[in-house]
């Protein structure tokens, strides 16, 4: 088989999506505020030449599970990795190519970080190489949120993928779902620094999944309707994260973390797990200035912490944390100042 090209993409995660769960159908409009931070999620695509015409001709590898499929993109079956077969389902492959895709995420599947839209995300972004029309990223991250909300029936919000092709920290005004304007925050340099540098990522130990609680939750809000009380206080929170990382107040911003996450559990106590009050309680006890459960919430996922200026006391507050076992532990983040990003090599 001759090598045609090689095509390497990359793209972040999201963390502390302050303003989540309005984001959604049921909500109507939302208003969310999101970063985007590495580590990544890898794809890499050998195009090559399909001499013999086969049906089966995509080879997907996922390097995380230590498994490998062959699918026919014309007829997906949707029954192993669906969310897989939906992105590649979604472009038009050329039947004279064979795709050797490989696909590796750098943190534990069901962080509650957005991972599944950074994976459909960097997917689409490499696939869309093998057309003659390059895609803007924001036409990307809407791409991906269909292949889960239209072609695999399940319940999406748009923020993930936003943050995940877009990169940076995104403000986003959905006016009308799933219709959004998304502004970049130009924040100061040393604020963005400072940030960086005190920010925590904190796996709970295990994968999160949606549950009957999350389907409980969602009958709940969309009875509740979009002016229900806790959705615009949701609203509001996004709108002051802009404003204080905007005046430089982390302060002010680790507070409204903080507002974000109990408005999390007045929508179901158990979406604020008991691992993630015990890790609330080290940063309380290590004068951390914020915290917010990423996602939605629930058993499993992780947690964003927001340290003191005392670069001891976060070591002192990470080292309490991965001595909690049962699998909980910091996972090294930085902030990622650019979203989707595509190159293609000549063998």
């Avoid at 809000?221 to 204080?244: H, M, N, P, T, V």
């Avoid at 001891?312 to 080292?319: R, S």
């Amino acid at each position: 088989m001759n090598l045609l090209k090689t095509i390497h993409a990359i793209a972040p995660i999201r963390i502390n999506d302050i303003g989540g769960w309005t984001d959604t159908w049921f909500a109507q409009h939302g208003k969310v505020l999101n970063m985007a931070v590495f580590p990544l999620v890898e794809v890499r695509i050998q195009v090559l030449e399909n001499k013999k015409k086969v049906d089966q001709r995509v080879l997907v590898r996922l390097e995380n599970y230590g498994e490998a499929l062959w699918l026919n993109p014309e007829n997906p079956a949707f029954d192993q990795h669906p969310l897989i077969q939906g992105a590649i389902n979604s472009v038009a492959i050329p039947k004279e190519v064979m795709l050797h895709i490989s696909l590796f995420s750098h943190v534990p599947a069901g962080s509650s970080t957005g991972t599944s839209a950074s994976v459909c995300v960097t997917l689409l972004g490499a696939l869309s190489q093998l057309t003659a029309q390059e895609l803007p990223a924001l036409e990307i991250a809407y791409m991906a949120h269909r292949v889960e909300t239209v072609k695999l029936g399940l319940q999406s919000g748009i923020q993930d993928q936003m943050a995940s092709a877009l990169g940076g920290i995104c403000f986003i005004d959905m006016f009308k779902y799933p219709e959004a304007t998304v502004t970049k925050l130009d924040i100061a340099e040393p604020i963005l620094e400072g940030m960086g540098q005190r920010l925590s990522l904190i796996y709970l130990g295990q994968s999160h999944s949606s549950s009957a609680m999350h389907e409980e939750v969602i009958a709940f809000l969309e009875k509740k309707g979009a002016q229900f009380s806790i959705i615009q206080a949701l609203r509001s929170l996004a709108e002051q994260a802009k404003d204080r990382l905007l005046e430089g107040d982390l302060d002010g911003f680790g507070e409204v973390m903080i507002q974000n996450n109990e408005c999390q559990r007045s929508l179901h106590a158990g979406l604020i797990s008991e691992e993630a009050d015990a890790v609330i309680a080290i940063a309380k006890k290590h004068k951390a200035i914020g915290w917010k459960v990423n996602g939605a919430g629930g058993k499993g996922g992780s947690l964003t912490i927001l340290g003191s200026k005392d670069e001891k006391q976060n070591g002192w507050m990470l080292e309490e944390i991965n001595s909690l076992g049962k699998g909980i532990r910091s996972i090294p983040i930085s902030l990622a100042r650019f979203g989707v990003t595509v190159q293609a090599e000549d063998p």
